[in-house]
């Protein structure tokens, strides 16, 4: 795959945002977007929770049988020839535009839990004839249904985009390793 389209995946990705923001009614942009959070302690936490989290799901997925299940992310991925600057690209598109369509946008229709599965379906790790899959699929869904409920607590919605951004940094940056 081109460098052209990888950066368009993050642009496509990163407009997530801006449909959550009119799914939401169009509210001012500075309320929308929590400027005011970005910050705080609670998104270097967020930055943490998502490598200890990533490290997590590359140890669970290091078995015969998980490189089985994840072998076609794992081809795409290496495919991408990643660098570190494309990789943080993606990584913070994602965790920007993702997190602000499902868990502002989203979880205005859906609980957390429902919002969570479906995130986490959409992505393809929930799969009722791939058990393998399913089983890391449910390790993901925990950790999104973590940041579904962080959104409304005090962490916030940086603390997820910082989780997110992470966590997808740590797993591209190993499985685009050759």
Known sequence: MSKWRVYLMGFVTLLMAPLGWLLCGMPPILEFLHLDEIGNTWTLIGIE???????????????????????VQHQLIKSLRLNFFDILFLSLC????????????????LPPILASIAFVAIHGYILPNDLETTKYGLLVCLF??????????E??????IAAHASYDFVLFYFWGRN
């Open 49 to 71: 929770f998502g490598i200890c989290f990533g490290i997590l799901m590359l140890i669970f997925t290091n078995t015969e049988s998980a490189r089985k299940s994840f072998s």
């Open 144 to 153: 999104i249904t973590v940041l579904s409920y962080a959104i409304s607590g």
């Open 94 to 109: 994602a965790g920007f535009g993702e997190e602000i369509l499902f868990r502002i946008a989203v979880q205005q229709w």
């Open 155 to 160: 962490q916030g919605l940086w603390f997820c």
